[in-house]
């Protein structure tokens, strides 16, 4: 990679607030199409309607879970993937297509 672009790039990976925070600002401005969603958002915040259970309770304990490489019991895994897929479904119909895809389950039978 040249030098000047490598040099775009860092500022960008190393500061993630600063991403996150243009990209909120550019869906509420409408000058892009998308959703935010992170592990500390209230599920409640979003009004699409779901037929996924995301107890806010729950989803705080999630959101507790420490970032990591190493691995971690296969329950949390499939408690943070069902977490992360609800959230997912719930920002996009609720902000970018009220008419997408509304899934009946998640994709691990425990929920979050």
Do not use: H
């Not at 030098?3 to 607030?17: G, I």
């Not at 329950?75 to 997912?88: D, H, P, S, V």
């Amino acid at each position: 990679m040249p030098e000047a672009a490598s040099a775009a790039v860092v500022p960008l990976v190393s500061n993630p607030e600063r991403r996150c925070t243009e990209a909120v600002t550019a869906f509420v401005a409408k000058v892009r199409e998308g959703s935010y969603w992170g592990m500390f958002t209230d599920p409640c915040e979003y009004p699409a309607a779901s037929d996924l259970a995301l107890p806010a309770d729950q989803a705080r304990q999630l959101a507790g879970t420490p970032t990591r490489l190493a691995s971690m019991p296969d329950e949390l895994q499939e408690r943070l993937i069902n977490f992360g897929y609800g959230m997912a479904e719930r920002a996009m119909r609720s902000f970018v297509d009220p008419a997408a895809f509304k899934p009946a389950r998640f994709p691990f039978a425990r929920g979050i």
